[in-house]
T-cell receptor, first 114, second 114 residues
Framework: DGGITQSPKYLFRKEGQNVTLSCEQNLNHDAMYWYRQDPGQGLRLIYYSQIVNDFQKGDIAEGYSVSREKKESFPLTVTSAQKNPTAFYLC?????????????FGPGTRLTVL | AQSVSQHNHHVILSEAASLELGCNYSYGGTVNLFWYVQYPGQHLQLLLKYFSGDPLVKGIKGFEAEFIKSKFSFNLRKPSVQWSDTAEYFCAVNGEDSSYKLIFGSGTRLLVRP
């Protein structure tokens, strides 16, 4: 089955630690995205990547970093600089060169900072 | 800054009632519009989309939405809701500076009582 996988489903972190969230897709999509979902705020874009080895900051990139070394993988690192990291993180992907940007989402990772 | 407004944060309906969820966006140019749904414990998935043509768009599970350009609106409707429609609904529009970016509304939680 084609889709997007995110791991782990739940993640706990102590303050001051960096943590990396995994996102893998086998849809052969060029573009990948990371969103943060907080209650009552919808989804906010953290980073996105249109091609391998290239990525752009979204609206709330501070305290996060990404890499795109392979087409199918787009890991997100939540650094100790992120002031309020507890949230639900969603990864998405989409095809390039289409008249609309339909994004497909993974199941998400819930990060809790203790 | 570009924004998407969903005015109803929580909606409670009885089965068979009609549904209309409001969505307004601020971007005045050419837009692609989406409604996504997040059922409890499931992935965020696309309900319907508009990018050109007939402004009345039909999606899955009996949902439809109407694009009214003059009102900057893309309201979601369903004539008769079911208990299984209980979910959170998100409206989204493509970013004005990039067709690859989606701007999401804050979401509407719908509870359908049997």
């Amino acid at each position: 089955d084609g889709g997007i996988t995110q791991s782990p489903k739940y993640l706990f972190r102590k303050e001051g630690q960096n943590v990396t969230l995994s996102c893998e897709q086998n849809l052969n999509h060029d573009a990948m995205y990371w969103y943060r979902q907080d209650p009552g705020q919808g989804l906010r874009l953290i980073y996105y990547s249109q091609i391998v080895n290239d990525f752009q900051k979204g609206d709330i990139a501070e305290g996060y970093s990404v890499s795109r070394e392979k087409k199918e993988s787009f890991p997100l690192t939540v650094t100790s600089a992120q002031k309020n990291p507890t949230a639900f993180y969603l990864c998405a992907s989409s095809i390039q060169d289409q008249p609309y940007n339909e994004q497909f989402f993974g199941p998400g990772t819930r990060l809790t900072v203790l | 800054a570009q924004s998407v407004s969903q005015h109803n944060h929580h909606v409670i309906l009885s089965e068979a009632a009609s549904l209309e969820l409001g969505c307004n966006y601020s971007y005045g140019g050419t837009v692609n519009l989406f409604w996504y749904v997040q059922y409890p414990g499931q992935h965020l998935q696309l309900l319907l989309k508009y990018f050109s043509g007939d402004p009345l768009v039909k999606g899955i599970k009996g949902f439809e939405a109407e694009f009214i350009k003059s009102k900057f609106s893309f309201n979601l409707r369903k004539p008769s809701v079911q208990w299984s429609d209980t979910a959170e609904y998100f409206c989204a529009v493509n970013g004005e500076d990039s067709s690859y970016k989606l701007i999401f509304g804050s979401g509407t939680r719908l509870l359908v009582r049997p």
